[in-house]
């Protein structure tokens, strides 16, 4: 095993192009799987940090247009400039043998000097992703390492290892630990970040972090080994304080057997809120939907039109009906289970004979009420990027974990 000092040698600096200067002031972010950007968004607006996405790396087109679309009609917008987006699969920034992937050196020169900016500047950076997961869902294919996707979760760690980012996130489904066949795979994807980092992970539930959605998520935190001087994975686990950004959690334990249960369909919009909710009321569906005014969201008319047969089923689904997907209804006065699962399974609108429209799903995600997706994109590409994207609250409360932990450990120093 290289130490890390022989393994940093290897990233050489190139001096032949002039680098742009860097704000030490900011933390470099380079995102991966980017999707819409939802994890990217959560570094980019959490509080009181002074995170800088550098680059999005996204290979579905459809997704790449919604990043873009949904930075610049923020009421504040973020600049994406044209050559941020990676349009690449990440096999085309891993090394193997030590040189780029035939027909992929171009991209890697341009990713590299953007991490040598980095380098040259002395700035903290870090990776951020969640590798696609079907193939580690329960509810998914289930073909693990050896699927479609599968092989992403570890070249995404193999860039890790080979890049040497000061830190990293990844993000993942729950199945990578609750099967032991996935497990096993797990394992082996930290011997390899054990190298040169030392990490935490944890299954978390959006719903602790103010998102309101139960969606259980493998969340792993690693920071470089050589940063952390008579350190281990216990000292960084404790040191993370998950819990002190989980602002939700009491809340939610507390008020278990508060939350209603499922009820004959009511199409009346204006049935009262029940009472002795305490801290759980900015929790459940309606509150979210009012919250972001969903009414008079630009994706508010990016919803499916059923037929009269199916809005007669529709009727006899009840309110906050969790069995099966495809008939799956919100309850009004409760979190959901899930924001979307796809076209053809997005979940019943609580009081309404339709499934929820794009607007409300984003909502569900938590975000921002001004963040919005393109109006003329098909339904089913929308939905797909609500979806397969991080809940925005739990990214924003990851990204102040992260920056807490840097700053206590001196490892990020503001105006130094």
């Keep these: 095993m290289n130490s890390f000092s022989e393994r940093f040698k290897m990233l050489k ?11 030490a002031n900011k933390i470099g972010v380079y995102s991966f799987f980017s999707c819409s950007g939802f994890l990217d968004l959560g570094f980019e607006l959490a509080n009181g940090t002074p995170y800088e996405v550098r680059m999005a790396n996204e290979i579905d087109e459809h997704f790449r247009e919604c990043y873009r679309y949904a930075r610049a009609h923020l009421n504040q917008p973020i600049s994406v400039p044209e050559d941020f987006i990676f349009p690449n699969s990440i096999s085309d920034f891993v090394k193997w043998g030590g ?15 953007l991490l040598e900016a980095e380098r040259q500047s002395g700035r903290v950076f870090g990776f951020i992703g969640g590798p696609p997961c079907p193939d580690f869902s329960i509810a998914g294919k289930n073909a693990g390492k050896d699927g479609d996707v599968g092989p992403l979760s570890s070249k995404y760690v193999r860039l890790i290892c080979q890049e040497l980012p000061h830190f990293f996130v990844f993000e993942n489904v ?3 630990l609750s099967s032991e066949k996935h497990f096993r795979y797990f394992k082996s994807l930290c011997i390899k970040l054990s190298e040169q980092y030392y990490f935490s992970y944890k299954l978390v539930n959006s719903l602790w972090y103010g998102v309101p959605q139960y969606r259980e998520r493998l969340m792993i935190v690693g920071v470089r080994r050589d940063l952390l001087e008579d350190y281990s994975n216990r000292d960084m686990e404790k040191d993370l304080h998950w819990e002190d950004f ?37 929790l459940s569906i309606k ?39 495809s008939y799956h209804r919100l309850h009004r006065w409760k979190y959901a289970f899930t924001a979307c699962y796809g076209h053809n399974e997005v979940p019943l609108h609580p009081w309404e004979n339709r499934r929820i429209s794009v607007a ?15 109006v003329d994109m098909g339904i089913s590409a929308l939905f ?9 609250l739990m990214s924003q409360r990851i990204a102040e974990m992260v920056y807490a932990f840097l700053v206590n450990h001196r490892i990020f120093r503001r105006g130094q």
């Design 174 to 176: 729950k199945g990578l």
């Design 246 to 282: 989980q602002w939700a959690r009491q809340y939610v334990d507390e008020a278990r057997n508060q939350w209603p249960t499922s009820q004959p369909f009511n199409p009346d919009p204006n049935v009262p809120r029940p009472r002795d909710r305490r801290g759980v009321k900015d």
């Design 13 to 23: 600096i190139s001096k032949s192009d002039k680098l742009p200067e860097l704000d």
């Design 287 to 325: 509150e979210w939907w009012e919250k972001n005014d969903v009414a008079n969201h630009p994706n508010q008319v990016n919803q499916t039109k059923p037929k009269p047969k199916t809005i007669a089923r529709f009727a006899t689904i009840r309110e906050g009906n969790s069995v099966g997907k």
């Design 384 to 392: 797909k990027a609500v979806g397969n994207g991080v809940p925005f």
């Design 360 to 374: 409300e799903a984003l909502a569900t995600q938590s975000l921002p009420r001004d963040f919005s997706l393109p």
């Design 99 to 113: 040189r780029p992937k035939r027909g992929c050196e171009e991209t890697y020169h341009k990713f590299s000097q």
